[in-house]
């Protein structure tokens, strides 16, 4: 009863009549269709590739040495196979931690300068969205692959679920609170079943996303950010292990869905 008094407080609905769900879904659905014939996300893609690229910092070395988890150098695959355990720094890291990692290490950035601007606002764009629009798109087609072999891998995962069903905050929300149910909605938004297969792919194999209500390509650092806000959760540091074991926990429900990454997102 507090739960349905709190979501109806959020503005969530609960899906009564379930003819106007579906065609305001297939309304979304064709909505989306007709941007994906030219997801903007590509200048993203292409303007991150120039930069991973080109010498820069202290050290004016390029990215291409970047070991993403598949060998210096290899990009392609990489993102699908993200969080993993890296041996070299001992820690399970997503792919925003490990380029931040790649930027100090061989460009010779401070930890500042490498996590400057995560999220870009207007007028000032982000070269993490750009690199991370570019690093996701090599992996487009890629199965996602979380074995959860490493003992720190299992561990982050066990903290990415605990998180996920832990309440707390103003309106005692969790994740699940949203997002561990068929049918949920806010507004016009279709709330994923996180826990199933299906949900979870959906959802992790889409971002880093274009989104249309914000002109800006985002990672999913930033997605999981604004969840956390939604919920009235404390504003998470930019690359804390507990957004790492988040995506754990989502990337291993999503294991075998493909990459589909820049989407396209409202
Ligand atoms: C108050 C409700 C609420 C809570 C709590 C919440 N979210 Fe969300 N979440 C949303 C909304 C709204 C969207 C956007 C859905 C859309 O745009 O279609 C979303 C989207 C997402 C997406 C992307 C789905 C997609 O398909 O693009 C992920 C992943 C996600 N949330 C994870 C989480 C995690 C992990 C937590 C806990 C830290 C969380 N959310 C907490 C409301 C919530």
């Not at 309304?27 to 941007?35: F, H, S, V």
């Not at 561990?180 to 996180?194: F, H, K, N, T, V």
Request: proline residues 6%.
């Amino acid at each position: 009863m507090v739960l349905a008094a709190a979501l109806a407080a959020g503005g969530a609905v609960m899906a009564s009549a379930q003819d106007t769900k579906d065609s305001t879904a297939a309304g979304i659905a064709q909505y989306r269709e007709m941007l994906a014939d030219g997801n903007p996300a590509e200048l993203w893609e292409a303007a991150g590739e120039e930069l991973w690229k080109k010498p820069a910092g202290p050290k004016q070395a390029s990215l291409e040495a970047c070991d993403l988890g598949l060998g210096p150098g290899v990009v392609k695959g990489a993102y699908a196979k993200l969080p993993r355990f890296f041996k070299d720094t001992g820690r399970v890291m997503d792919a925003e931690q490990r380029l931040m990692y790649c930027r100090m290490t061989l460009q010779g950035l401070t930890k500042e300068e490498a996590s400057a601007r995560p999220f870009s606002s207007p007028g000032k764009s982000s070269d993490i969205e750009r690199l991370m629009a570019y690093v996701a798109s090599e992996s487009r087609g890629a199965a996602i692959d979380i074995p959860l072999a490493h003992p720190e891998e299992k561990r982050m995962y066990e903290l990415g679920r605990r998180m996920f069903f832990y309440r707390g905050g103003a309106y005692d929300f969790a994740c699940a609170t949203c997002h561990a149910q068929p049918g949920l909605r806010i507004r016009l938004q279709d709330l994923p079943d996180l826990l199933t297969a299906d949900g979870a792919r959906y959802a992790y194999s889409t971002w880093p996303g274009y989104r249309v209500s914000q002109g800006e390509v985002r990672t999913m650092q930033h997605r999981l950010y604004d969840c956390l806000r939604q919920q009235r959760f404390p504003e998470p540091l930019y690359g804390s292990e507990v957004i790492t074991a988040l995506e754990m926990f989502l990337a291993r429900n999503a294991n075998g869905g493909k990459m589909d990454a820049p989407s396209i997102k409202r």
